[in-house]
T-cell receptor, first 108, second 118 residues
């Protein structure tokens, strides 16, 4: 089983749609969790950290379920500029492990 | 915010030559930096953890004699791909975390180096 698993997609959605990505991780001792965004041929950039209480940043909402070892990212009112690959990242003792990423394309 | 500078951004080299990639934390100190490799349409794969003043820790399957890592200061880590072959062609990215940041902050990435070995 992979340490961090994501649905690779691609997700093709119209502008304004709501889209959700899921991620599962295998090590229950994992300490911190993140969503990164990676544009084509660019480095990943931190989108948001993920907390057990859930957190929201504008149109983006992240949730963590430690019992199920599951992380989610919800994007509301999607924009063309949201098109990118979204990486689920799990940290254990400074060892960051990346999911393979979920590709999102938002179309006009 | 924290900035990590990585260069060169692109490099083309001949088989058998060596290539050095630099990763600098510009406005913070990083005792630990990480080196990743990403092949097209694949995830980032951790190659090694670079520790300031000590030997790097390599992931299983990564040849330490081929991928030489030096972390001589709190702001600079270098990765040298020795005797490069076409199969080493990839996107290499470094990352670092600011020394005083807590674990929920995440890591800052360099802009990556696209290596093509011909």
């Amino acid at each position: 089983r992979k340490e961090v698993e994501q649905d690779p997609g691609p997700f093709n959605v119209p502008e304004g749609a709501t889209v959700a990505f899921n991620c599962t991780y295998s090590n229950s001792a994992s300490q911190s969790f993140f969503w990164y965004r990676q544009d084509c041929r660019k480095e990943p950039k931190l989108l948001m950290s993920v907390y057990s209480s859930g957190n929201e940043d504008g149109r983006f909402t992240a949730q963590l379920n430690r019992a199920s070892q599951y992380i989610s990212l919800l994007i509301r009112d999607s924009k063309l500029s949201d098109s990118a690959t979204y990486l689920c990242v799990v940290n254990l003792n400074n060892d960051m492990r990346f999911g393979a990423g979920t590709r999102l394309t938002v179309k006009p | 915010g924290a900035v990590v500078s990585q260069h060169p951004s692109r490099v083309i080299c001949k088989s058998g030559t060596s290539v050095k990639i630099e990763c600098r934390s510009l406005d913070f100190q990083a005792t630990t930096m990480f080196w990743y490799r990403q092949f097209p349409k694949q995830s980032l794969m951790l190659m090694a953890t670079s520790n300031e003043g000590s030997k790097a820790t390599y992931e299983q399957g990564v040849e330490k004699d081929k991928f030489l890592i030096n972390h001589a200061s709190l702001t600079l880590s270098t990765l040298t791909v020795t005797s490069a072959h076409p199969e080493d062609s990839s996107f290499y990215i470094c990352s670092a975390r600011e020394l005083l940041r807590d674990r929920n902050y995440g890591y800052t990435f360099g802009s990556g180096t696209r290596l093509t070995v011909v």
